[in-house]
């Protein structure tokens, strides 16, 4: 889709006269781009999308080559081919505003002020009977299953002085920390640290201030914040991703900028798929697609080393295992740093 833009006859900044000769574009006098915004909403909708993610050809053919030709984009870019292709950057931030706002029309939306309620006044109003029958329900679960009675009834048995000695301590504790004001002195959130078993320190005190503002929320406030951790985690683990690649196969002699491609397009592939598995939940209630979509998003990482960097296939197989396990740990020390620094600030 070209830009048409509607054009002023006389710079409405500066009252400059264009001629028929010269382009029309910006005002030579003062800059001030010559574009009429008294339009329809229809045309400043597309115009936006267009300036954001070059909304037109460039767009379906980057989508095509980003949904069934692993790779190819990255190599695309490594060749010097950027023009017919929406920009990395910006179609990561696109698909990641869509990814981001089905999954938040999904887990965040609260039909009534019932289920809004923050998990202080869930466990308030919690009471030692509903938790009871929990655990009936639950043992009820594990006797269908193993279908032998006496066998269940000892397997719950076991456990089931422990659980509800952790339940209670766990609710306890949450419901100190909802009767606690935002604003407590340090002798009050020292308490609540010991009750939950742990020794004061600057961490802990931070984290349990931080618990005790977050659990007061109401819910769709909770999984807003959370979502927004999650998208700040996932833009933060990207370019560690590429740092991994270009450990991984060091070999290969590429430069990091080559590597931050690649994983950015496979994160883009991989919000994409999301995209589609949430679309499918609405469409087909009955199946999950869950595990379809997490093979699919392992043999897509493959195809896609394999055509970048050009490795045989057991290798490409190794490279993409040790790439994973480096990354599931990075991903953990990141959410734990994650996590202390949201607690600190």
């Known amino acids: 889709?070209?830009?048409?833009?509607?054009?002023?006859?006389?710079?409405?900044?500066?009252?400059?006269?264009?001629?028929?000769?010269?382009?029309?574009?910006?005002?030579?006098?003062?800059?001030?781009?010559?574009?009429?915004?008294?339009?329809?909403?229809?045309?400043?909708?597309l115009e936006v999308l267009e300036g954001t993610i070059h909304y037109d050809t460039k767009f379906w053919t980057t989508i095509k080559y980003l949904l069934f030709y692993p790779g190819k984009l990255t190599n695309e870019f490594h060749r010097g081919r950027r023009i017919g292709y929406v920009p990395p950057i910006r179609l990561y931030?696109?698909?990641?505003?869509?990814?981001?706002?089905?999954?938040?029309?999904?887990?965040?939306?609260?039909?009534?002020?019932?289920?809004?309620?923050?998990?202080?006044?869930?466990?308030?109003?919690?009471?030692?009977?509903?938790?009871?029958?929990?655990?009936?329900?639950?043992?009820?679960?594990?006797?269908?299953?193993?279908?032998?009675?006496?066998?269940?009834?000892?397997?719950?048995?076991?456990?089931?002085?422990?659980?509800?000695?952790?339940?209670?301590?766990?609710?306890?504790?949450?419901?100190?920390?909802?009767?606690?004001?935002?604003?407590?002195?340090?002798?009050?959130?020292?308490?609540?640290?010991?009750?939950?078993?742990?020794?004061?320190?600057?961490?802990?005190?931070?984290?349990?201030?931080?618990?005790?503002?977050?659990?007061?929320?109401?819910?769709?406030?909770?999984?807003?914040?959370?979502l927004k951790y999650w998208s700040v985690l996932m833009f933060v683990l990207m370019p560690i991703f590429a740092l991994l690649l270009k450990l991984v196969f060091f070999k290969a002699r590429r430069f990091y900028i080559e590597h931050l491609?690649?994983?950015?397009?496979?994160?883009?592939?991989?919000?994409?798929?999301?995209?589609?598995?949430?679309?499918?939940?609405?469409l087909f209630t009955s199946f999950d697609l869950f595990a379809w979509v997490n093979l699919l998003g392992a043999l897509y990482l493959y195809l896609g080393l394999k055509r970048v960097f050009r490795r045989s296939r057991l290798r490409t197989l190794f490279n993409m295992a040790a790439v994973l396990f480096l990354y599931f740990f990075a991903g953990i020390i990141t959410l734990g740093l994650g996590l202390l620094v949201s607690a600190v600030l």
């Not at 400059?16 to 909708?45: I, M, S, W």
């Not at 009471?127 to 009871?132: G, K, M, Q, R, Y």
């Open 261 to 282: 491609m690649f994983s950015i397009h496979l994160h883009c592939f991989v919000f994409l798929l999301f995209i589609i598995y949430m679309l499918s939940l609405y």
């Open 1 to 45: 889709m070209g830009k048409h833009l509607r054009k002023y006859p006389v710079c409405t900044n500066c009252d400059y006269t264009f001629t028929k000769e010269q382009p029309d574009n910006f005002c030579p006098r003062c800059g001030q781009e010559n574009h009429d915004l008294n339009v329809p909403f229809k045309h400043v909708a």
């Open 93 to 226: 931030v696109f698909i990641n505003f869509v990814f981001f706002f089905l999954l938040s029309m999904r887990v965040g939306h609260v039909e009534n002020e019932q289920q809004n309620r923050s998990i202080a006044e869930q466990v308030k109003s919690k009471n030692a009977a509903e938790f009871l029958n929990q655990v009936e329900v639950a043992n009820d679960s594990v006797t269908a299953v193993v279908g032998q009675k006496q066998l269940a009834d000892s397997l719950v048995k076991v456990g089931r002085s422990e659980m509800v000695k952790q339940s209670k301590t766990l609710e306890s504790t949450l419901e100190k920390m909802g009767s606690v004001s935002d604003f407590a002195p340090q002798a009050t959130i020292d308490s609540l640290i010991r009750d939950a078993d742990l020794s004061p320190n600057w961490y802990t005190q931070s984290a349990m201030r931080k618990g005790v503002h977050l659990i007061k929320l109401p819910q769709e406030q909770l999984i807003t914040k959370l």
